[in-house]
Nanobody, 123 residues
């Protein structure tokens, strides 16, 4: 069982930046795809960025491309989501998930999920 923990959520003004972290207790993430998903109130969960940690393949949703960057640390224990130029529409609970498949933004490809971290972007 892979236990994922997200951190780094906060409240920021539009144009601000945040870095979210996703860590697996006691596991290396090297053999997984890690996806960042988000769910805003009243909306479906959306896959926004995914990385296959072992080969570095990456996917970004159009809504975040050019503003968000997904990466992993050198020892493959943490995946980050660097978020820049944040907008009010980025307000959501952000989840990380781990799966055995490729770096794709399909929820059913991911087997393990964290509890989420809140990101709020407002004036």
């Amino acid at each position: 069982q892979v236990h994922l923990v997200e951190s780094g959520g906060d409240s920021v003004h539009p144009g601000g930046s945040l870095r979210l972290s996703c860590t697996a207790d006691g596991f290396t993430l090297n053999y997984y795809a890690i996806g960042w998903f988000r769910q805003a109130p009243g909306k479906a969960r959306e896959g926004i960025a995914c990385i296959r940690v072992d080969d570095g393949s990456i996917y970004y949703a159009n809504s975040v491309k050019g503003r968000f960057t997904i990466s992993s640390n050198d020892n493959k224990t943490t995946v980050y989501l660097e978020m820049n130029d944040l907008k009010p529409e980025d307000t959501a609970i952000y989840y990380c998930a781990a799966g055995w498949g490729p770096a794709v933004a399909h929820e059913n490809m991911y087997d393990y999920w964290g509890q989420g971290t809140q990101v709020t972007v407002s004036t």
